[in-house]
C-alpha cells in the first residue's frame, strides 16, 4: 500500500560535511540561510516526515523570513515558497548557517 | 432529484471518474470550477464528513466525472482527511473505487516542493496527467521551464492552465476523456526521502528549471501587512471595514427586496378573495420567504468578501498574525479557519476540525465554534438592532448599528475562544501525538471572478436551499400553530370581539392558539429576561434555525398591523404580568435577546453536525446544555446592565 511504504520512510542525515556548527532552525535569526542537514524524529516520525514533505529536505537551503508580531510563528521560505512553521517544530530541523 | 444528481449518475454510468489532486494553493480549485462550472454539487465521504466535490466536465470524448479532493501537500496522511485522499487513489486500500486517471494540478512557482507530491501519486501507478499552473507568474519572476521537456522527464502529459485562458482548458479536455491513452513513466519514481530529493533534482534539470525570483510584490506587501505594528493594525481595521461593508452596502438591497415582496403581499390581498387563503399566502408563503431572502445581499456579500481574502492570500496572513492568539485558547493556528467558517455558518465550522489532527483540539474547536457570529444570526441581529438605535445614530464618524454589530461579532469570537480554552483544559491528559502545525504564504494573487462568483454562488445556492426545506415549512407550521383552531364568528361574538375588525380578530385568534399555549407554557423560564410569550415562540422557532425568529416575530407583528410590521414590532407591548401596558422591545429586553442569541444554541442543524463529528450525542447535548445556561445567565447580565444604562 502507497500509505504504509510512505509511513516506512526514514530522513536520513545530509553527509555533506558543512562548516560552521549545526544549530537548530529556530535560533537562525531573520535574514539568515541555512543548509538543512537533519529532521529529527523527537515527537515521532510522523513529523520529520511532513516536514520532509514541506520541503525541509536534508541538503535544502532554507532561509528565515520573518517572524509573527509575537515571535512565534516563523516563516521560512524553502524550496521556492514560504511556509510559517511554529518555532516548537523549527527545533527538530538541524541546519548548518551560512557564513 | 434535482437535473444536476442525473447528470452527475449518467457520468458515473459511462465510468470515466477522475480525481483531481493538488496542494492547497496549487489552483486546484479554480481549475475544478473552470472545468465544472456551476455543474458542481457537493456531499460527504461515506461514513466520513469530509466535503466531496463532484462535478460534470464535457470534453471531446463526453461528460466524464471531475472530483476535487481535499487539497494535500502528501499522500503519507497525518490527518482523517488525509487518509481519505490517500485510500481514494491506492487501489491496495480497497476502501473506494480509484478513479480513472488522476489530474495533478502543480504550481509552476513551487515545483521543487510540489514534485514530491506528484512522486507519491505516481507510486499508485493510475493514469496521471500533470496540470502546471501559474506559469505566467513564473515567466513574470524570472523562472524558466520546458515544457516538452519536463513531460518527457516524467514520462506523463503535462498541460500548462493559465487561469482564464479558454485555449488551454480545450488542450485540456481534450486529453480528459480517455486517461487509459494517457503515457505512463517506463519507471516509477523512488520513494525513499533522499533519492526522492535526488530525483526532483534531476526531472528540473533536464526541464530547464529556473527557479523564479522572490516575488518582489509580495516581500513589499508583506513587509506592511506582517509588520508588528502596522500588520496588527491593518488586520483589526480589515476586520472592522469588513463587517461595515457587510452592513451599509447591502441595506439599499435589502430595501429593494422588502418592497418587492410587500407590494406582491398587496397584491394576493387584493386579488385573493377568500380570507384565510389571502392571509396565508401573503402572510405565510411570502412573508417567509421574503422574510429570508432579504438577507441574500449580506450572505453573497460575505462571501464575496471572505473568498477574495482567502483569493488575494490574504487569509493566510490572518492566521499567521492570529496563530500565537490561537495557542493560548489551547488551539493551533489551523482551528482560526475553523472558527473563521463559522462566521459564515458553525456546519461547515465544525466539519473544518477534521483537518485538526488531536482529538482534543477537535473537541475544543467544536464546543467553540458555534458561538461564532453565523450568518443566520445575521438576520436577528439586524432585527433587533433597529429596533434597538436608529439607523442614523452615530458616534463620531461611525454608525452605531455598525459598531453594535461589530460588538457583537468580536464578543462571539472572544467567547468562542474562551469556550475552546475552557474545553481543552477539560480534555488536557487524553491529548494524541504532537502533529506539526504549517501553513503556506503563497504569492498575493488577484483571484479569479469565476472562482469568486462561484463561492458566492454556492453560498446563495445552500443558504436558499435550506431556506426551502427548513424555513419555509416553519414558517408554515408556525402560521398554522399561530392561526388554529380556527374560530367561528358565533364563537368570536360570544368572547365579545367584533367579528368585523380584522385586528381585533386575528388578536383574539394568535392569543388562543396552539403557539401562544406553547409561548406561555415557556414563560416562567424567560420571565426574567422580558421576555413574553411571543418572544418565546420565535425562540421556540428558531430552533430549526436562527433567522425563523425573524419571519416569527414578523408574523406576529403582522396579525397586529399587516400594513407596517415593523412598526407594528416596536409598538408592541406587554399583554400580561407586572410590566402589562409597557412596551415590549425596550432597550434593556433586546440586549438581553442579543446576547440571548449570541450564546444559545439555536440551531438543530449544528446540533447534527456535532453528533456526526464527535461520534455520539455525548457533545452536542453538553453544547446545547452549557451553551443554553450561558446564553440565560449572559442575557438576565445584558438586561441589567443595560437597565442601569438607560
Known sequence: ?99 | MTRRDRVGDAAAQAGVRLALVGSPNSGKTTLFNALTGLRAKTGNYPGVTVARYEGVASTSAGSVLVEDLPGTYSLDPISLDEQIVTDLLDPDAGVHDVPAGVLVTLDATTLSRSLGLLAQVLQTELPVCVVLTFTDELTRRQGVIDLPALGRALGVPVVSVTSGQTRDLTALRDLLGDPSRWPIPAVLPPTSPAEVSGWITSVLSSAGYEIPQIDARTARVDAVLLHPVWGTLIFLVTMFAFFQMIFTVAAPLQDGIEQFFGYLGSLVETYVTIGWLSSFLSGALLGGVGGVLVFLPQIALLFLLISMLEGVGYLARAAFLMDRVMSKAGLEGRAFVALLSSVACAVPGIMATRTLPSARDRIATMMGAPLMTCSARLPVYVLLIGLLVPSDSRIGPMGLQGLIMFALYLLGAVSAMLAAWAFSRIGRGRSGPLLPFYMEMPPYRIPSVRSVGVSVWSACLTFLRKVGKIILVTTVVLWLLLNLPARSAVELTSAGVDANDSIAVSTYVIDHSYAASAGRFVEPVFEPLGFDWRINIGILASLSAREVFVATLGQVAAAQDPADPSTALRNMTVEDGPRAGEPLFTPPVLAALLVFFLYALQCMSTVGALRRESGSWRWPLIAFGYMFVVAWVMAFAARLAVGALV
Open chain 1, 1 to 99: 500500500m502507497v500509505s504504509t511504504r510512505l509511513g516506512q520512510r526514514v530522513i536520513e542525515a545530509y553527509d555533506v560535511t558543512e562548516p560552521g556548527s549545526p544549530i537548530n532552525l529556530s535560533e537562525l535569526a531573520p535574514g539568515r540561510i541555512g543548509t538543512v542537514l537533519s529532521v529529527r524524529d523527537d515527537s515521532g516520525s510522523t513529523t520529520s516526515r511532513r516536514l520532509f514533505d514541506l520541503g525541509f529536505a536534508p541538503g535544502a537551503a532554507v532561509k528565515v523570513v520573518r517572524r509573527a508580531p509575537l515571535a512565534d510563528p516563523v516563516i521560512f521560505r524553502v524550496a521556492g515558497y514560504e511556509v510559517a512553521l511554529r518555532r516548537v517544530h523549527a527545533r527538530l530541523i538541524d541546519v548548518a548557517p551560512a557564513p
